[in-house]
Nanobody, 116 residues
Framework: QVQLVESGGGLVQAGGSLRLSCAASGSIFSIAAMGWYRQAPGKQRELVAT???????NYADSVKGRFTISRDNAKNTVYLQMNRMKPEDTAVYYC??????????WGQGTQVTVSS
């Protein structure tokens, strides 16, 4: 069993910054990748950013240049630094973990609201 605990969501004004954290615990044998997804009201969940165990990063076009994903392998923690935020970044942000054994896990989600 793997647990993902997210923190750092909240309310921020447009142009501001937030930092999300996601700590993984439990029966973690090997992590292939961790990342962040988001879901706005009435929309499908979408990828925001991912980082592999080797450090390769992938970003949605909408956040490139504004968001930065990073990972602390020793702590099994992934971070998402969000800068120059826009109202369209408002969503519930979910942490995701892909294990090397092919299992996939989700966090409970954290609300991010950007006011204009």
């Amino acid at each position: 069993q793997v647990q993902l605990v997210e923190s750092g969501g909240g309310l921020v004004q447009a142009g501001g910054s937030l930092r999300l954290s996601c700590a993984a615990s439990g029966s973690i044998f090997s992590i292939a990748a961790m990342g962040w997804y988001r879901q706005a009201p009435g929309k499908q969940r979408e990828l925001v950013a991912t980082v592999t165990s080797g450090g390769s990063k992938n970003y949605a076009d909408s956040v490139k240049g504004r968001f930065t994903i990073s990972r602390d392998n020793a702590k099994n923690t992934v971070y998402l630094q969000m800068n120059r935020m826009k109202p369209e970044d408002t969503a519930v942000y979910y942490c995701n973990l892909d294990s090397a054994r092919g299992f996939n896990y989700w966090g409970q989600g954290t609300q991010v609201t950007v006011s204009s």
